[in-house]
C-alpha cells in the first residue's frame, strides 16, 4: 500500500507498472511522508520528500526493489 499525504497526493501513473500489486491510500491528517506499507503492516519505505519529480523516482526505485521489477506495461 502506498500512502501519500492529503496535501501531496500522488498521480497513479507513479506505480502503473505495478498495478495490482500496489493499492493507494491517503492519509487523513497532515503527516508530511510518503509510505510504502508491506502487507505485514511494516513499514518498507517513506520519505519526506514534496518534490513531485525526485518523490516519483525515489518510490519507483522503493517499488521495484520491494515488490519486483516492473510487471505491467505501464
Known amino acids: 500500500m502506498l500512502v501519500s499525504p492529503a496535501d501531496a497526493p500522488l498521480p ?3 506505480a502503473d507498472d505495478w498495478s495490482g500489486e500496489v493499492g493507494f491510500a491517503t492519509s487523513a491528517g497532515p503527516t508530511g511522508k ?13 520519505t519526506s520528500d514534496q518534490s513531485a ?4 523516482a ?17
Not at 39 to 46: G, L, R
Not at 53 to 56: F, H, K, L, N, Y
Open 12 to 14: 497513479a501513473s507513479v
Open 34 to 46: 510518503t509510505v510504502l506499507v508491506r502487507p505485514d503492516a511494516c513499514i518498507a519505505w517513506a
Open 53 to 56: 519529480e525526485s518523490r516519483d
Open 58 to 74: 525515489e518510490i519507483r526505485q522503493a517499488l521495484a526493489r520491494n515488490c519486483g521489477p516492473a510487471t505491467a506495461e505501464g
